[in-house]
Nanobody, 119 residues
Framework: QAQLVESGGGLVQPGGSLKLSCAAS????????MAWYRQAPGQQRELVAL???????KYADAVKGRFTISRDNAQKTVDLQMNNLQPEDTAVYYC?????????????WGQGTQVTVSS
């Protein structure tokens, strides 16, 4: 069964760090991009960071310099290291994987993991 399994969310104080991890099941093939999104209460889901197969990364302006995305293509995993977390980073974080194979493009979503930044 094709799925993404996330881990690593939790409660952290402002200025603290968390690392999110996401693993794609072996049945997910032809991955071309792996990404993290987040959705705060009452807000739209937004892109946090993504990394393509060549290792090129893109970040939302709000997290540049604080968050780092990394992936292991062989293991089909993607991590998000989050440093200097702030209350505005509080959200449900979702792993996203895009696949493409001869014009069949679609993506997968994880179940989401809660990140709460509060003192």
């Amino acid at each position: 069964q094709a799925q993404l399994v996330e881990s690593g969310g939790g409660l952290v104080q402002p200025g603290g760090s968390l690392k999110l991890s996401c693993a794609a099941s072996p049945s997910i093939k032809y991955i071309y991009v792996m990404a993290w999104y987040r959705q705060a209460p009452g807000q739209q889901r937004e892109l946090v960071a993504l990394m393509n197969n060549s290792g090129s990364a893109k970040y939302a302006d709000a997290v540049k310099g604080r968050f780092t995305i990394s992936r292991d293509n062989a293991q089909k995993t993607v991590d998000l290291q989050m440093n200097n977390l702030q209350p505005e980073d509080t959200a449900v974080y979702y792993c996203n994987v895009g696949v493409s194979h001869y014009g069949d493009d679609h993506d997968y979503w994880g179940q989401g993991t809660q990140v709460t930044v509060s003192s």
